[in-house]
């Protein structure tokens, strides 16, 4: 039987928030900057005005965001579904996120080299959680 409460499973579904406040916050910044209506057009123009380099910085991040859920989701369903978690899948989950959301602001602010370095801790520990379901 597949236990439901794992802190892996906890750690994917925070995940999923911090990409959902990614998500609203991007949207609001762009809604503001954008020309009125543009966001409920077809957008098969650019707008007018380009985002600002900080809003542009932000969609950027949330797209990079949908890649590592591809990729986290995954890995975490494989430890959980082959009971291979504990403390070690834990602490990899919680890296995950502390990575994930170290990087919004690294990202949004320029901070170089930082986004890449919480970029690849947050992708390390994905990998690390994945081969461990494939052990």
């Known amino acids: 039987m597949i236990e439901f ?3 892996e499973l906890s ?7 911090l ?7 991007f949207a609001v910044r762009a809604n503001l900057e954008l020309p009125r209506g543009y966001a409920l057009s ?14 542009a910085r932000l969609q950027r991040a949330m797209n990079n965001s949908f890649e590592s859920l ?15 978690t504990g403390p070690l899948t834990t602490t990899l989950c919680g890296i995950f996120l502390v990575a994930r ?3 919004i602001p690294a990202y ?9 370095l919480f970029w690849g801790i947050g992708l390390l520990a994905t990998l690390a959680v994945l081969l461990i379901g494939l052990i």
Do not use: E
């Open 108 to 116: 949004a602010l320029g901070w170089t080299p930082w986004r890449s």
């Open 42 to 55: 077809p957008r098969d123009t650019p707008p007018a005005k380009p985002l600002s380099v900080v809003t």
């Open 70 to 84: 591809i990729l986290f989701t995954p890995a975490v369903l494989l430890v959980v579904l082959t009971r291979q």
């Open 101 to 103: 959301f170290a990087f």
């Open 11 to 17: 750690a994917l579904g925070l995940a999923v928030l």
């Open 5 to 7: 409460t794992t802190p």
């Open 19 to 25: 990409h959902i406040a990614l998500m609203v916050l």
